[in-house]
């Protein structure tokens, strides 16, 4: 039978590995966005794209 001790050491765990995985997700998540930003900056040869997303995200909030 497992005690307590190892109940608390596995929850522990399991969180920490929860937040290095979410965190990762989020990285991920955010460096393709700033990618796609980036590549129609380039080929628009403007800042208009990240002003644009700026805004949008400044609405939501």
């Known amino acids: 039978m497992v005690d307590t001790p190892s109940y608390f050491l596995i929850g ?7 937040l290095i995985v979410s965190f990762q997700i989020a990285h991920i998540r955010y460096c393709r966005k ?22 949008a995200l400044k609405a939501k909030q």
Do not use: D, M, Q
Request: aromatic residues 6%; hydrophobic residues 45%; glycine residues 4%.
């Open 12 to 18: 522990i765990t399991c969180l920490c590995f929860g």
């Open 34 to 55: 700033l990618t796609v930003l980036v590549r129609r900056s380039i080929s628009t040869k403007t800042i208009a794209p990240v002003l644009a997303e700026y805004e």
